[in-house]
């Protein structure tokens, strides 16, 4: 038997492939390792299919590489992979390094513009991957394509050759898929050893306790080690890499799990592209690399091609800029104001003429779109520039004046010609149309004129000064300076059926404008800047590093690695309806836009304005939406409020900790204009110590902070030269901006995180029957609707913990958000939602009722803990919240409002029912004077006591009023005023008067006696 290093492969490695496969060639392989199978047989031949009927197969038995000498021109390469997949050669077989420098090798030769990997195999070795997806990726990065035509493709060859440019199956009969996965068979020879009369010792090193002790344990019947180091790994990566290579795969739970398919079920999981045959698969790698079947060609790559035609086509213009080559895109290139000037000053030099480039139109960032077209003008020009001969010192030959005298003389003869043409005139080229995309919000400005009988000479059907639209007839008498009240059409006479058909074809025709209406480039947009085309089903993946270096010792002790936290972003859904009533007045508002000065950003034509109005509003609104809101589910046939439409950033940032996914900063609390510096310092300081100094950071505050903040650091560093208002970071954390939120109102709430962290969302609503934007006219109004997709979302937060116990346990290293726990101001109130029977305190303890549509009864108030403190203060008298004494409710009696501005304040037991220490009905708490053992109740039912300065004991209430009822609610826990049972009050106990006790007297004019008490 030959000695090959194939065996001591096969014995070493891990394998990918299928277990049909392995197990019904366990008898060659037994033969194999037992040296009955010559492992160096002759392996198989690589076809070349040329441009030519004549192409030949090459014979390469033996050989690892191919002999390319005798390819024809612009062939395709077929490359045979059949039976498993090994990394190295032999058994009749490539290795998949051979694959690999036959990949490599045809990437650089001329006479090879692709590949087809004709493939049958069940998988194969681990390590026999990386060459293959080196060889493909060195053919794609030549710019020629390589496609893949299966029989079987399972396991290792779905690893290595999915990253092709096409995956086809040969057939639908017996063609399969699959068998993603990894698989590891140890073969115990033990039992075998030990009927043959000898006996293994393995011996270790004292050192070595980790050494194989994964296939050890496996032997010994524990795979658990085995299963979690070794296969579970690759497992993990082989399914990642697979889904990254095909992103529309349809996971059906067991794709991924190892299942083998026939070739049509695979299909329709997307798995691969198609079913084909061979002849077809050549004609997409010919159609890939821009070669026709049957034709010749130069051999060189199709983007080099591309290029040097493109460098030799405007080789003057080229020149003349200063550039080596254009790039082109969508048949236009983009040159900027400095460089259009530098050409027209390069032509006045080399011919003496001025160059005008009529209609050449520059957007808001100084760039002109020129076609190919205008290139080609362009070019042509210089080419008719004859050069001026350089001067000589010597006197020329006879033969070279001869041949100047020809050469000058077919010269003059095209300048005449050109001369005939041009005359004497500066040289106009005029330059084609290139539609201007038209902004809401940027500086850009639109030609006010009428041309060609269209507004700012755009030849769109809308912009047609006609009869059939009169407002765009009144544009142009007040352009020509004649306009007055009787230009403006009346309502009835314009043709809606006219003004229908326009607004629908600028619907359908800008519709990339309107998308950026949708997106305008505002503060919001600057700060959290829009992922447009979302779509449901779309993951943010983040990648977190964990802690790696560590002191030295021997052996191996990892500690790091990466963390991988996807999260699938959430799109509401939105509509918008505008009904337009009052043409006429519209009319009149469009037009007064084009007499303000400055207000040229939104000119625009009566169609685009109709548009716009229901856009800009609809922006408007979503954009406080997005700071403030918290999204509620619509009710069927009722109007819903803007605020609803999303959970707006603030909101989503007091519910991460419920997530699991970060916590607040407890002990910092909420800023005011007394603490807001160390507030500052207190925020900075309590970031993870490697976050602190990373570059990029931002500090997101409300308006009102920013300007708190630098008064208060005007103030305190008076004159000295460290104060600058203006910058926009923290001095002395130069890495930290300072970032304003726009309609961020009085909110306490404040965060850091990386910039670019948190993004808006945008996308079309693919499920809706509805556009993006839709029209409908009819009885003399215009309805605009439509609905899409947003939200604002952080990409990252952190880490998911187990549950609230592992959050609060943890640090804050594994978070991306940093805030601080207040979102209210203590004095602020939170609304909630009408008709609500059970509150939240969540968010805020300071909760207002608004006006209610029904008798609406409190049961329960939840998100709270043992000591929280509610207050409910009412909004509205129309049907005011009540809570009665019994369920949840401990009070001095049933809460029945009836004005606005009463409230009533409430301590959360550790039984979890509520408890009333305070109230406020429309009388004023009066305060007893602190130390008082004989307070006056004088003018007055409501009292509270006071912090008094030593034990006070109340023996009775001077001027009481016989037959009068009197509360008196405790204040403090200190010296806490005390009512015993004796003397002038009959009680059921003693009273001690502490913070959330009430005591409720009746006097019958000579002692107190106790109705009712609550206890805290």
Not at 40 to 68: C, H, N, Q, W, Y
Not at 329 to 338: I, V
Not at 563 to 572: D, G, N, S, T
Not at 912 to 935: K, M, N
């Amino acid at each position: 038997m030959k000695k090959s290093p194939l065996l001591l492969y096969l014995l070493k490695t891990q394998f990918m492939i299928d277990r049909d496969y392995l197990y019904n060639n366990h008898g060659m392989i037994d033969s194999l390792l037992n040296g009955t199978i010559d492992v160096e047989a002759d392996r198989p031949s690589v076809k070349a299919i040329g441009s030519s009927p004549s192409a030949e197969l090459i014979a390469v038995s033996g050989e690892t590489m191919v002999d390319f000498s005798r390819v024809p021109q612009d062939s395709v390469m077929i490359l045979p992979i059949h039976g498993p997949m090994l990394r190295y050669g032999g058994l009749c077989s490539w290795g998949m390094v051979d694959v690999a420098e036959t990949l490599a090798q045809a990437a650089t030769n001329k006479n090879i513009v692709g590949a087809i990997i004709d493939l049958d195999s069940p998988g194969g070795g681990v390590d026999a991957i990386a060459p293959v997806i080196q060889g493909i990726e060195a053919m794609r990065a030549a710019g020629k394509p390589v496609g893949v035509l299966f029989e079987t493709m399972a396991s290792a060859a779905v690893y290595g050759f999915s990253g092709a440019n096409f995956v086809w199956a040969n057939n639908d009969i017996s063609a399969q898929f699959g068998s993603i996965g990894v698989m590891a068979v140890l073969n115990d020879a033990t039992k075998a050893e030990e009927d043959s009369g000898r006996k293994k010792i393995i011996i270790y090193a004292p050192q070595s306790t980790e050494k194989n002790k994964a296939v050890e344990m496996a032997l010994a019947g524990d795979t658990s080690i085995f299963e979690e180091e070794i296969l579970s790994p690759l497992a993990e990566k082989f399914i990642a890499d697979f889904k990254s290579m095909r992103p529309q795969l349809v996971d059906d739970g067991k794709i991924l799990a190892g299942k083998m398919y026939y070739a049509q079920d695979a299909l329709k999981l997307k798995a691969f592209d198609k079913i084909g045959t061979l002849s077809e698969a050549i004609a997409e790698v010919r159609k890939l690399s821009g070669k026709k079947s049957g034709s010749a060609g130069t051999g060189k790559a199709k983007a080099q091609n591309q290029i040097q035609n493109l460098n030799m086509k405007y080789a003057k213009l080229l020149t003349a800029l200063a550039l080596a080559s254009l790039e082109i895109s969508e048949g236009k290139a983009s040159l900027s104001k400095e460089q259009v000037d530098t050409l027209m000053a390069s032509y006045k030099k080399a011919s003496g003429k001025d160059l005008t480039l009529k209609d050449i139109n520059f957007d808001n960032e100084g760039f002109a779109q020129l076609t190919e077209t205008d290139l080609s003008a362009i070019e042509q020009l210089f080419e008719k520039i004859t050069p001026a001969a350089a001067e000589e010192d010597n006197t020329p030959a006879l033969e070279d004046v001869v041949k100047r005298l020809g050469a000058l003389e077919a010269s003059n003869k095209e300048k005449d010609s050109i001369i005939a043409a041009l005359g004497n005139k500066p040289v106009e080229l005029q330059m084609q149309k290139v539609d201007k995309v038209i902004r809401m919000v940027t500086k850009e400005k639109r030609e006010l004129m009428i041309s060609g009988g269209y507004v700012f000479g755009e030849t769109n059907d809308w912009n047609k000064v006609d009869a059939k639209r009169p407002y765009n007839q009144a544009l142009e008498a007040l352009i020509r300076g004649d306009y007055d009240q009787s230009k403006i059409f009346a309502a009835t006479d314009v043709d809606l059926s006219q003004l229908n058909s326009d607004l629908g074809a600028f619907i359908s025709g800008r519709k990339g404008d309107i998308i950026e209406w949708f997106n305008p480039n505002d503060e919001l947009e600057a700060i959290f800047p829009t992922l447009a085309g979302v779509k449901e089903g779309d993951f943010f993946v983040s990648v977190e590093m964990q802690e790696v270096i560590q002191q030295y010792q021997k052996g191996w002790t990892p500690k790091g690695g990466y963390k991988f936290h996807a999260r699938k972003p959430i799109l509401r859904d939105i509509k918008f309806d505008l009904e337009l009533e009052n043409l006429k007045s519209i009319e009149r508002t469009w037009l007064n836009e084009f007499n303000k000065e400055g207000s040229a950003a939104y000119k625009m034509t009566f169609v685009e304005y109709l548009v716009s109005l229901a856009i800009r509003k609809g922006v408007q609104e979503y954009q406080i939406a997005a700071i403030k809101g918290e999204y509620k589910d619509p009710t069927t046939g009722v109007a819903g409020n803007a605020i609803h439409v999303v959970d707006g950033i603030l909101y989503q940032i007091s519910q991460f900790e419920a997530e699991l996914l970060a916590k607040p900063f407890y002990t910092i609390g909420e800023w005011t204009s007394a603490n807001i510096l160390d507030f500052v310092s207190n925020m900075i300081a309590a970031l993870p110590e490697d976050m602190r100094d990373r570059a990029g950071l931002g500090f997101y505050v409300s308006s009102l902070f920013i300007e708190t903040y630098w008064e208060a650091r005007r103030l305190q560093e008076g004159t000295m030269p460290t104060y600058d208002p203006s910058k926009s970071v923290i001095p002395g954390h130069e890495n930290i901006r300072l970032i304003r939120i726009p309609n961020a109102g009085n909110t306490k709430r404040t965060f850091i995180a990386p910039i670019g962290l948190i993004r808006q969302l945008f996308g079309e609503n693919e499920s809706s029957t509805a556009g993006l934007v839709n029209v409908e006219v009819s009885k003399r109004v215009v309805n605009i609707f439509g609905d899409f997709k947003r939200n604002i979302w952080p990409t990252v937060v952190g880490a998911k913990s187990a549950n609230a116990t592992a959050l609060a346990d943890r640090d804050y290293t594994q978070q991306l958000i940093w805030y601080n726990d207040a979102d209210y101001a203590s004095t602020e109130y939170l609304i909630v939602d009408a008709d609500s029977t059970t509150l939240s305190a969540k968010r805020h303890n300071m909760l207002q009722i608004p006006a209610n549509t029904q008798a609406t009864a409190i049961t329960d108030i939840t998100d709270a803990v043992t000591g929280d403190i509610v207050k409910i203060k009412i909004g509205s008298a129309t049907n005011p919240s009540t809570i009665a004494n019994s369920g949840k409710f401990t009070l001095t009696a049933a809460w029945e409002p009836t004005d606005v501005g009463e409230w009533i304040q409430l301590l959360r037991r550790e039984d979890g029912e509520w408890l009333e220490i305070a109230r406020y009905s429309g009388v004023t708490a009066e305060a007893f004077d602190a130390d008082d053992a004989t307070p006056s109740v004088d003018g007055g039912t409501v009292f509270i006591t006071n912090a008094n300065t030593t034990a006070t004991a109340i023996t009775t209430f001077d001027d009481a009023v016989a037959g009068t009822t009197y509360t008196i609610y405790g204040a403090g826990t200190t010296n806490a005023s005390t009512i015993a049972n004796s003397g002038n009050f009959v009680l059921s106990a003693a009273f001690t008067a502490s913070t959330g006790n009430v005591i409720t007297l009746y006097y019958n004019g000579t002692k107190f006696y106790e109705v009712s008490r609550v206890t805290a």
